[in-house]
C-alpha cells in the first residue's frame, strides 16, 4: 500500500552566503558596529576611584597624617611616594581618589616639616 499523501518535499534551504558581500547593517546602518555600551553603575565607578595607585596614594597619605598625630613619629620619603601614586592615579583618569591623595600627602608632608622642625 501506497501512503495517500505522496512524496514528501524537502523544505526550501535559504542559500548560503556569497562571499565577499557585506554583513547585514547594524543599528546604526554600519557594518559590524556593535551598539554602545551603557554607563557604568554609580558604585562600581565609585570604587574604581579607589584602586591601584589611587588606593597606594590615599593608604600613604593616611599613614603620613595618623601616625605623626597618635605615635609623634614622621616619615621622610612616603609623603613624597604617596603624593607621585596620586598623581599617577590622576593620570589614569581616577581624578576623586588621586586628588585625595594627594591632599593627604601633602597635609603629611606639612607634618613631617613641622615635626622636623621640632614644632
Request: no cysteine; proline share 17%; charged share 5%.
Given at each position: 500500500m501506497s501512503d495517500p499523501s505522496g512524496p514528501t518535499t524537502p523544505a526550501?534551504?535559504?542559500?548560503?552566503?556569497?562571499?565577499?558581500?557585506?554583513?547585514?547593517?547594524?543599528?546604526y546602518g554600519q557594518p559590524g558596529i556593535p551598539p554602545p555600551i551603557g554607563p557604568a553603575p554609580v558604585g562600581a565607578s565609585i570604587v574604581r576611584q579607589f584602586t591601584g595607585p589611587a588606593l597606594v596614594g590615599v593608604l600613604l597619605g593616611l599613614a603620613t597624617v595618623i601616625v605623626p598625630l597618635v605615635w609623634g613619629y614622621v616619615f621622610y620619603v612616603l609623603p613624597v611616594a604617596g603624593f607621585l601614586a596620586g598623581i599617577a592615579a590622576i593620570r589614569r583618569g581616577q581624578m576623586i581618589g588621586g586628588i585625595i591623595g594627594v591632599?593627604?600627602?601633602?597635609?603629611g608632608a606639612v607634618l613631617t616639616l613641622i615635626g622636623l622642625t621640632g614644632g
Amino acid at each position: 500500500m501506497s501512503d495517500p499523501s505522496g512524496p514528501t518535499t524537502p523544505a526550501p534551504m535559504t542559500p548560503p552566503p556569497v562571499y565577499g558581500t557585506p554583513p547585514p547593517a547594524g543599528p546604526y546602518g554600519q557594518p559590524g558596529i556593535p551598539p554602545p555600551i551603557g554607563p557604568a553603575p554609580v558604585g562600581a565607578s565609585i570604587v574604581r576611584q579607589f584602586t591601584g595607585p589611587a588606593l597606594v596614594g590615599v593608604l600613604l597619605g593616611l599613614a603620613t597624617v595618623i601616625v605623626p598625630l597618635v605615635w609623634g613619629y614622621v616619615f621622610y620619603v612616603l609623603p613624597v611616594a604617596g603624593f607621585l601614586a596620586g598623581i599617577a592615579a590622576i593620570r589614569r583618569g581616577q581624578m576623586i581618589g588621586g586628588i585625595i591623595g594627594v591632599v593627604l600627602n601633602a597635609l603629611g608632608a606639612v607634618l613631617t616639616l613641622i615635626g622636623l622642625t621640632g614644632g
